[in-house]
Antibody, heavy 116, light 111 residues
Framework: EVQLVESGGGLVKPGESLRLSCAAS????????MNWVRQAPGKGLEWVAA????????YYTDYMKGRFTISRDNAKNSLYLQIDSLRVEDTAVYYC?????????WGQGILVTVSS | QSVLTQPPSASGTPGQRVTISCSGS????????VNWYQHLPGTAPKLLIY???QRPSGVPDRFSGSKSGTSASLAISGLQSEDEGDYYC????????????FGGGTKLTVL
């Protein structure tokens, strides 16, 4: 069974940094590209970033370039999202999803709250 | 403002058929396939339809998708109370250097 479990969220202050993790199991992790998608309170889904299976190709939503860094460790079956200089508007549930083309499996999500 | 346009709400009674539309442009729906996701309260989003009309294993055939030009639609037949939730369309956008764009979501209410 495919499982994706996010961790690393919580309450942080504006300007701080956070690293989200996504632990994958139940499939051959290094054969799949991965996505991060977020949902702000009361808003819809918003794609954040994608990374190819090897990590060689990385894509970001334009206005997230520079503050967001997606990475992966295939030896640890893990996906990461580093968020720097956090802003109040980054408050959201962050989901990891398998396969950048169709996002066929999603984690339960992890809440990041940015507030002073 | 989402790149893909969906109606904010839709509704139907049990057993009815409802459709949700998704409108885009030549750089996204017009040149790439469309996926649909179901997001029920308190759960992870779930892939309902991929490549315009394909259902992943386990998704009932009550759910169907189609695409024509720069628009797509999701149809749900035999509506059930457990179908109540949010539905999103998504597609890659060639003008955004490899970005996925989502619709704003449609809240489906089963009356």
């Amino acid at each position: 069974e495919v499982q994706l479990v996010e961790s690393g969220g919580g309450l942080v202050k504006p300007g701080e940094s956070l690293r989200l993790s996504c632990a994958a199991s139940g499939f051959t992790f290094d054969s799949y590209s991965m996505n991060w998608v977020r949902q702000a309170p009361g808003k819809g889904l918003e794609w954040v970033a994608a990374i190819s299976s090897s990590g060689s190709y990385i894509y970001y939503t334009d206005y997230m370039k520079g503050r967001f860094t997606i990475s992966r460790d295939n030896a640890k079956n893990s996906l990461y999202l580093q968020i720097d200089s956090l802003r109040v508007e980054d408050t959201a549930v962050y989901y990891c999803a398998r396969d950048q083309w169709i996002s066929d499996h999603w984690g339960q999500g992890i809440l990041v709250t940015v507030s002073s | 403002q989402s790149v893909l346009t969906q109606p904010p709400s839709a509704s139907g009674t049990p057993g009815q058929r409802v459709t949700i539309s998704c409108s885009g442009s030549s750089s996204n729906i017009g040149s790439n396939t469309v996926n649909w996701y179901q997001h029920l309260p308190g759960t992870a989003p779930k892939l309902l339809i991929y490549s315009n009309s394909q259902r992943p294993s386990g998704v009932p055939d009550r759910f169907s998708g189609s695409k024509s030009g720069t628009s797509a639609s999701l149809a749900i037949s035999g509506l059930q109370s457990e179908d109540e939730g949010d539905y999103y369309c998504a597609a890659w956008d060639d003008s955004l250097n490899g970005h996925v764009v989502f619709g704003g979501g449609t809240k489906l209410t089963v009356l």
